[in-house]
Antibody, heavy 122, light 111 residues
Framework: EVLLVESGGGLVQPGGSLRLSCAAS????????LAWVRQAPGKGLEWVSS????????FYADSVKGRFTISRDNSKNTLYLQMNTLRAEDTAIYYC???????????????WGQGTLVTVPS | QSALTQPPSASGSPGQSVAISCTGT?????????VSWYQQHPGKVPKLIIF???KRPSGVPDRFSGSKSGNTASLTISGLQAEDEADYYC???????????FGTGTKVTVL
């Protein structure tokens, strides 16, 4: 069974930093691209970032480019999202996401974590 | 990438059908058959219900169907049931060097 468990969310002041983690199990971790998807309170879904299985290919939404860094440790089966220079508009639930297949980019999300809430007051 | 355009709301009575549109561009929906749909109940994690325009993951009722024409994809819920009341989001692949893009979301109400 695929299991994705996020952690690291919390309250952080504008301009601050936070690192999210996603501990994964139930599949061959290094074979799959993973992604972060976020949802602001009462709002829609937004792709944030995606990383290939080997970690050498990354993608970012324009809204976070230059401030967020996605990475993974395949020896620990863990995905990360380093978030710097946080803004009020980054307030959201951040979900860890996995696709069916082992492409270079997450296209579909049949597997979701439960999410971790990041709050940046205005 | 701009969000795909969905109607804010849709509704129908139990047993009826409801269709939700998802309009993109020739760079996303119109260019690839990699459109997906997600169902999200309040306070819950999204659930994938359609992928590759019209395929259903195991366990998703065949009341849910998807299609695409040009730059617009559609989700149809047939035989509407009370538990179908939820938010629905489309998403599309946007090329090998881009993240995908989600739709703006549609709230489906069962009258």
């Amino acid at each position: 069974e695929v299991l994705l468990v996020e952690s690291g969310g919390g309250l952080v002041q504008p301009g601050g930093s936070l690192r999210l983690s996603c501990a994964a199990s139930g599949f061959t971790f290094s074979s799959y691209a993973l992604a972060w998807v976020r949802q602001a309170p009462g709002k829609g879904l937004e792709w944030v970032s995606s990383i290939s299985g080997s970690g050498d290919i990354t993608f970012y939404a324009d809204s976070v480019k230059g401030r967020f860094t996605i990475s993974r440790d395949n020896s620990k089966n863990t995905l990360y999202l380093q978030m710097n220079t946080l803004r009020a508009e980054d307030t959201a639930i951040y979900y860890c996401a996995k696709d069916f297949t082992n492409g270079r980019l997450v296209v579909y999300v049949p597997y979701w974590g439960q999410g971790t809430l990041v709050t940046v007051p205005s | 990438q701009s969000a795909l355009t969905q109607p804010p709301s849709a509704s129908g009575s139990p047993g009826q059908s409801v269709a939700i549109s998802c309009t993109g561009t020739s760079s996303d929906v119109g260019a690839y058959n990699f459109v997906s749909w997600y169902q999200q109940h309040p306070g819950k994690v999204p659930k994938l219900i359609i992928f590759e325009v019209s395929k259903r993951p195991s366990g998703v009722p065949d009341r849910f169907s998807g299609s695409k024409s040009g730059n617009t994809a559609s989700l149809t819920i047939s035989g509407l049931q009370a538990e179908d009341e939820a938010d629905y989001y489309c998403s599309s692949y946007a090329g090998s060097n881009n993240l995908g893009v989600f739709g703006t979301g549609t709230k489906v109400t069962v009258l």
